[in-house]
């Protein structure tokens, strides 16, 4: 079974539900596109409720956001670690981008990228996507590590993972195509299996 | 001389240099952050010229800012090609993006990747993105090509150059922090060698 990334799961907790309409309306929008009037309307939450769950206003919101996404995908990352071949892993986790990407149209990214690129004067929600993507290569590096790589190394190839597909998913956006996600995971399998020979 | 790519020369045509003044807010503050304002003050244009150079209104200098920047970065990759080794060509693209994190406090990225994140509402902008990724890809491709690689895997080579940079400028933003980039370059050394010696 392909993870499925592009619908989280609704919940009945107002808070939580404006997180994930948020994540889910940055990814398409970004982050000066994406107002409280749509948050509202998304999560369908009462008008006036934002302020009170969120009394800093829209930057503590999208700091939230940038968790939520980061967190999501972290929890997938671990599961898969857990029971697969680090191969399989990588795979899965540019498989997840493509049902993203194809399901959705080309129209929604990675929240922690809009982040980066249109919300990087929010510091602390820049800060999140920080951690989000320095935690997704920490798992990688680990699970690389425990078979045998060097440290240095799984580092090294764990953050062209994450990079190669984050951009490749830009790129797929802007060509409407998936053909950049699919090169690139052709690629890191390469990549991947080069890399635990030279360990074996 | 690693090339640079931060400062694009300013021009006294008031076309051109809204134009280029375009190109260098959206890569700091994405498409939605970047008011006519912003581009009239940064440009130093009268206030009412911008509908009278640009009648269409922002998509129109959106789309012109991203055929601006697109075009810039295959002139320099051209060059070079014309001139150098592969895998000097591949590291000198990444240093070039080195330069801007860098002498830039991080602030800035790439003004392709803004306009698929937060502005593929704007369809011939987000075209324009598109054939300038891939005008890139093309480039490096042909460059693999001349040298003996196949042509289905030199495309796929290139793609995950371009990729994979492009996606560690946005983890690099978002950390505050070169070593991502400089991870991933030295990976895609270790890629380009590898598939060169393959079809020697």
Redesign the interface.
């Known amino acids: 079974m392909t993870p499925v990334i592009i619908g989280f799961m609704p919940t009945k907790d107002p808070r939580k539900q404006m997180i994930r309409s948020t994540a889910l309306l940055i990814r398409e929008?970004?982050?000066?596109?994406t107002s409280f009037a749509d948050v509202i309307e998304h999560s369908g939450a009462p008008r006036g409720s934002i302020y009170h769950h969120f009394p800093e206003g829209k930057p503590e919101l999208i700091e939230e956001a940038t968790r939520f996404g980061s967190e999501y995908i972290a929890r997938m990352l671990s599961k898969d670690i857990s029971t697969r071949e680090p191969r399989s892993v990588v795979r899965r986790f540019a498989q997840s981008w493509r049902g993203l990407l194809k399901d959705g149209g080309f129209?929604a990214?990675c929240p922690?990228?809009?982040?980066?690129?249109?919300?990087?004067?929010m510091k602390a929600a820049?800060?999140a996507?920080?951690d989000?993507?320095?935690r997704w290569?920490d798992l990688l590096t680990d699970s690389f590590a425990e078979r045998g790589v060097d440290r240095r190394r799984a580092?090294?190839?764990a953050?062209?993972v994450?990079?190669?597909?984050?951009?490749?998913i830009?790129?797929a956006?802007?060509?409407?195509?998936i053909?950049?996600l699919d090169?690139?995971t052709?690629?890191?399998d390469l990549?991947v299996e080069?890399m635990l020979d030279q360990s074996a």
Chains 1, 2 share one sequence.
Request: aromatic share 2%; hydrophobic share 45%.
């Open positions: 929008r970004g982050v000066e596109g129209a990214g922690l990228v809009a982040v980066a690129v249109d919300g990087s004067h820049r800060e996507a920080g989000g993507f320095e290569v580092r090294s190839v953050t062209l994450i990079s190669s597909v984050e951009g490749a830009v790129l956006r802007a060509e409407q195509s053909a950049p090169r690139v052709k690629e890191l990549v080069s």
